[in-house]
């Protein structure tokens, strides 16, 4: 059945339903793929990891209908502002500190501070690659 021959409230009750079964397989799995890795079956962990995985690219490309529309994106939008944003600042404060920190003798921050730092780093040049190439294209 195409998009078309679905009545208004059918293409949102199928977009509903096709949301729910990709969300639903990720969730499913993850909480299923941590029980099996705390019960010590990492391997098998993994593999229903996977299966939730494709289990959410199956229900996105089987679906008759657009499952995100312009709402969605412009919410996907704002959301990922905010939270460049928010890692920016922390990225911006947090280094900042701890070179001041650790100039002045007080206290020297672990290295897994360190770590999540240049993790944020990462996001941005990630970004920055990211914009560079779609504005590129456009």
Do not use: C
């Amino acid at each position: 059945m195409t998009e078309t021959a679905l009545s208004a409230k059918e293409r949102v009750a199928s977009r509903r339903h096709y949301r729910r079964l990709m969300f639903g397989s990720i969730a499913v799995a993850v909480v299923l793929s941590l029980s099996l890795r705390f019960l010590d079956y990492p391997l098998i962990g993994e593999a229903v990891y996977w299966l939730g995985i494709v289990g959410f690219a199956a229900a996105a490309w089987l679906s008759p209908v657009e499952l995100f529309d312009e709402r969605d994106n412009e919410v996907e939008r704002r959301a990922s502002q905010t939270t460049l944003g928010v890692i920016g600042v922390v990225l911006v404060v947090g280094a900042s500190a701890s070179r001041t920190l650790a100039a002045l003798d007080i206290y020297t921050m672990p290295a897994a501070v360190w770590g999540a730092l240049y993790g944020y780093v990462l996001v941005f040049v990630v970004f920055g690659v990211a914009y560079t190439w779609v504005s590129r294209r456009s």
